[in-house]
């Protein structure tokens, strides 16, 4: 197996960029100072609407798949995560099961006492909203 360097430089750059974009808009919303302070953080939690999670998660989502503001959703539409040709494939679930998933991670949000367990859901909520 040969490896190249330099060959995904490109595709790095681009990484790069949306990392630094994610960056800058958890820090327009607060959330890293937010998460900096347990008791912030649960006051941010204990105050969060469903409406606002859904808001952060969409907003979040069009970041990393680079859509335009317009073009924003909590959709899946159109994703197949894949291993390559005959490798594992993910299918995202149908809109009214990522839903329901929404829902039920915003309502445990709530109800989980333990920040690291929090922020554990709010990254895998956020990664279920991508796809």
Do not use: C
Request: hydrophobic share 35%; net charge negative.
């Amino acid at each position: 197996m040969t490896i190249e360097f330099g060959q995904n430089i490109g595709r790095d750059v681009e990484k790069i960029e949306t990392g630094e974009k994610v960056y800058n808009f958890l820090s327009k919303i607060g959330f890293l100072e937010i998460r900096k302070s347990d008791e912030k953080f649960n006051e941010w939690i204990q105050n969060l609407s469903f409406e606002d999670f859904l808001s952060h998660l969409t907003r979040l989502n069009g970041i990393i798949r680079e859509n335009s503001t317009k073009n924003r959703s909590i959709d899946g539409q159109n994703v197949v995560v894949s291993l390559g040709a005959g490798g594992v494939a993910y299918l995202p679930p149908y809109k009214e099961q990522k839903d329901k998933l929404m829902k039920d991670s915003f309502d445990a949000l709530k109800y989980i006492s333990n920040n690291e367990d929090r922020a554990t859901l709010l990254y895998y909520s956020s990664n279920s909203s991508i796809f």
